[in-house]
Nanobody
Framework: YVQLEESGGGSVQAGGSLRLTCVAS???????????MAWFRQAPGKEREGVAA???????TRYADSVKGRFTMSKDNAKNLYLQMDSLKPGDTAMYYC??????????????????????????WGQGTQVTVSS
C-alpha cells in the first residue's frame, strides 16, 4: 500500500530557505501507471492549497502562482520527492502535505493534463510537516 512521509519542516526567518522531503513507498507496485505527486499546504483558518506537482514518469512540474519562481519541486529515482523553498515569506507559514494521485484508472492511462493543482483530488496523503516563517 502507498505510504508518504514528509520531513524537513521547521522555523525560519523571512527570506530564508527550507527543503522538504517526501519518502514514498508502494507507488506503482503491480500497476503500469504513473502518478501525479503534489505538495499541498494549509494554514489555520484557510483552505488547502496545492503549491507544486510533478508527474513521476516524465518529471514535468506545475506550480501555483503564489510560489512560482521561489519553490522548486523535484524527484529522484527512488520516487522520493523534494520541495526546495527559497525566499520564504510569512504567508508561506502552513502545514505542508505530500500527496499522490494515480494518473490511471484500471488499465486506462489518464492524460498529463489531469495533474492539475486546481482539480486533483489525491488518493494518498502524508501526515504533514510544519513550516513557520517569521518576519
Amino acid at each position: 500500500y502507498v505510504q508518504l512521509e514528509e520531513s524537513g519542516g521547521g522555523s525560519v526567518q523571512a527570506g530564508g530557505s527550507l527543503r522538504l522531503t517526501c519518502v514514498a513507498s508502494g507507488l506503482g507496485d503491480g500497476t503500469g501507471g504513473t502518478y501525479c505527486m503534489a505538495w499541498f499546504r494549509q494554514a489555520p483558518g484557510k483552505e488547502r492549497e496545492g503549491v507544486a506537482a510533478i508527474i513521476l514518469s516524465d518529471g514535468s512540474t506545475r506550480y501555483a502562482d503564489s510560489v512560482k519562481g521561489r519553490f522548486t519541486m523535484s524527484k529522484d529515482n527512488a520516487k522520493n520527492l523534494y520541495l526546495q523553498m527559497d525566499s520564504l515569506k510569512p504567508g508561506d507559514t502552513a502545514m505542508y502535505y505530500c500527496a499522490a494521485e494515480p494518473l490511471f484508472f484500471g488499465a486506462i492511462a489518464l492524460p498529463a493534463s489531469s495533474c492539475d493543482l486546481a482539480t486533483i483530488t489525491p488518493d494518498y496523503w502524508g501526515q504533514g510537516t510544519q513550516v513557520t516563517v517569521s518576519s
